[in-house]
């Protein structure tokens, strides 16, 4: 075991017994008093193209650069392959398919082939192309051939080296014309890999060209243009009651031209023409409008759309406003005509041409994203109301959100929003003292929508480390506490390819390579806290409330402050701080009681729990604690180094004591019934 020593900016660990806080505390646990309804959907999932999200991520296309467009001078991800003997070349060449938004090809060269001596070309995946036993794999492509290529053309899943061919599929001729070609990849008994690629090739002379290469693995619920299995079975356990999307950045886009124009991103993935994301790499457009909803449908959550509203983040150079912006404010009722309106309505045909012919239920709508930011903030007010009023106009029950944030309490809405979207990145002495933030938020005011939030360090890695779990843990409660004026929440960013080059943000819920996928002990919490989120809280009190330094509460590595300035550096909280933190509910189909605690001292902490207003507390009480040591995380070679353990106690009551260990999240569920 062993015991942390704690120095701002630096985190030792030293070996010693955890030892145990010397004087007892109450949580007192008013039954009697229910106060504020939960919403259903408190929990949630905040989504968009960023750490390789969708591409490289839960979008299970696995040919990276598909349609060539990633780089306008090479095909990167891309190479030849040419055996002994063959000769042949690879480049880019300017080629549209008729009638569809590819541009860009891939020229084939085979200048000397012949039956045992191939030329293709080779996709490397999102660092790798895993590959597994018994499996089937869909492939598609555009290809044209010049006169003297025959063809014909074979398709395969083979080891980086080319001396494994895991499966392999024959295609017939090919035409002068551009046309669409499938075949499917069949593998057998094999281990499970990454280290593989997939090459189309030809054993005849001639050049061919091809577009839009696509390689896809079963996905989850089989969905053609799907997601990850694996991906979607981490979010599932989450039970997350709605999916916030585009964005973010994403939804700006860096400029004009790569905002998430939505009409851009559905139909035929040959009629996408992809885009840049902010974050420095081009989107395919794979996850379009469409699929995001039925991402949402699949876990059975509710859309939280966030619509275009004029802002990028280029500085605010470009902030389209006035008449200017018009078009869009129409581009934002076709987008909730697509996703709610029956199929007599022009949109809602589209969407069912599309493949989904059953309406949306569509709620919230979001203006924008951060236009506090970027010198959004003078125009918002007139941009915020050219939506609102078109929106109400045309969809009264839809509730519509502002990006302007609880505490931008200068800013003037001409309408008053049904919510304000607050967002978070705050290192832990911030989350721990933010735990009150809504305690004293005026009652009458908006309410809220925690549309980001995250407690992190921007010099750490891909994902949480157990002391970050615990800051976002404390501050959970704080916002079950407040469930009468925070309605919704959601962590972010979502997604993190772990891979070198894959992340631009620090840290991440939930990581991934090409073969595995992890949850950090903040997904922990998320996952603890959702599936127990009980229907109605219940007031609750803590008594005496141990406190803690700005030195003795759990810290992450993190920039040294500025010189002259100490712990904190006049930046920060400085203490003294909670040194526990705490949330009841009560969950309507069970009558259980749910008890969150979060011990953030170095001590185990006995703690006696005291139901008032209940007669019948059943001895048997469940629960889950998860703990660690700080610095821990989860990664792809240890996935569940941080997991939580199962509570067991036999002598619960109406009141009755118990240990929570140090450096700890739990939650505690005693039945009433
Ligand atoms: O979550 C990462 C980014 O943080 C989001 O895109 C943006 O809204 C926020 O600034």
Not at 125 to 145: E, L, M
Not at 408 to 413: A, T
Not at 486 to 500: D, R
């Amino acid at each position: 075991m062993f015991a942390a020593l704690l120095v701002p900016g630096l985190l030792i660990l030293a070996p010693g017994p955890v030892a145990r806080a010397q004087q007892p505390v109450t949580v007192t646990v008013r039954v009697d008093q229910p106060a504020a309804r939960i919403d259903p959907i408190f929990y949630g999932l905040m989504t968009e193209e960023i750490n390789f999200s969708y591409d490289g991520g839960l979008y299970a296309e696995l040919i990276r650069n598909r349609t060539f467009q990633d780089d306008p001078k090479i095909p990167v991800n891309w190479s030849v392959v040419k055996d002994a003997g063959a000769e042949g070349a690879i480049s880019l060449d300017q080629s549209p398919v008729p009638n569809t938004a590819l541009t860009m090809a891939l020229k084939l060269e085979a200048s000397s082939a012949s039956g045992n001596a191939r030329v293709g070309a080779a996709n490397e995946g999102y660092w790798g192309i895993p590959v597994k036993p018994d499996t089937t794999y869909r492939v598609s492509f555009w290809a044209k051939g010049d006169s003297s290529a025959k063809g014909p053309l074979a398709v395969s899943l083979e080891s980086n080296d080319g001396m494994t061919v895991w499966a392999r599929a024959d295609l017939p001729r090919i035409t002068a014309e551009w046309r669409k070609y499938t075949a499917t990849l069949k593998t057998r008994k094999l281990a499970p890999s990454a280290t593989n690629r997939f090459v189309i090739s030809t054993r005849s002379r001639g050049t061919i060209w091809l577009s839009l290469v696509s390689l896809f693995p079963p996905t989850y619920k089989n969905r053609s243009n799907g997601n990850r299995p694996d991906i979607m079975e981490l979010l599932a356990a989450m039970k997350p009651g709605f999916l916030r999307f585009p964005g973010g950045n994403y939804l700006e886009g860096p400029d004009y031209e790569n905002r998430f124009n939505w009409k851009a991103t559905i139909g035929p993935l040959e009629q996408r023409p992809t885009h840049m994301s902010p974050w420095r790499y081009r989107s395919s457009d794979g996850m379009g409008l469409l699929e995001f909803l039925e991402w949402a449908e699949d876990l059975n959550m509710e859309p939280v759309l966030a619509v275009y509203a004029g802002l990028h983040i280029d500085r605010g150079a470009n902030i389209i406003t006035g008449d200017a912006l018009k078009p869009h404010v129409q581009d934002a009722l076709d987008e909730i005509e697509y996703i709610t309106g029956g199929t007599s309505t022009t949109w809602g045909a589209r969407r069912a041409k599309d493949g989904h012919p059953r309406p949306f239920e569509l709620r919230y709508v979001e203006v924008g994203n951060e236009d506090w930011l970027n010198q959004g903030t003078a125009s918002y007010d007139s941009r915020f109301t050219m939506f609102y009023d078109a929106i109400k106009a045309k969809y009264p029950a839809i509730q519509i959100i502002s990006t302007m944030r609880t505490r931008d309490r200068d800013f003037v809405h001409t309408r008053k929003p049904d919510l304000l979207d607050d967002h978070f990145y705050v290192t832990i002495p911030t989350a721990l003292a933010q735990a009150h933030l809504y305690d004293d938020y005026s009652r009458s005011a908006t309410k809220v929508f925690v549309g980001e939030w995250a407690t992190n360090n921007p010099r750490t890695g891909d994902t949480p480390m157990m002391a970050f779990a615990l800051g976002d843990a404390a501050w959970l409660t704080g916002l079950e506490r407040n469930a009468d004026v925070v309605v919704m929440n959601c962590y972010a960013p979502l997604f993190v390819n772990v891979n070198p080059g894959g992340r631009q943000w620090a840290v991440n819920l939930i990581g991934y390579d090409a073969q595995t996928s992890f949850g950090s002990p903040s997904y922990y919490v998320q996952k603890m806290f959702s599936n127990n989120r009980g229907d109605v809280v219940l007031p609750a009190t803590i008594d005496p409330m141990p406190t803690l330094t700005l030195e003795q509460i759990p810290q992450a590595p993190q920039p040294p402050p500025p010189a002259g300035r100490g712990a904190g550096g006049g930046r920060g909280p400085t203490g003294p701080f909670d040194g526990i933190y705490a949330s009841a509910t009560r969950e309507d189909s069970s009558g259980d009681v749910i008890l969150k605690l979060v011990n953030v001292q170095a001590l185990t902490q006995p703690v006696r729990i005291d139901l008032r207003g209940v007669n019948t507390i059943r001895s048997g009480a469940t629960g889950e604690v998860l703990t660690g040591e700080l610095t821990a995380i989860n990664t792809v070679a240890e996935p569940r180094k941080v997991t939580p353990r199962t509570i067991a106690i036999s002598n619960a009551a109406p009141a009755f004591t118990y240990d929570f260990p140090a450096h700890s999240v739990s939650v505690i569920r005693l039945r009433t019934r």
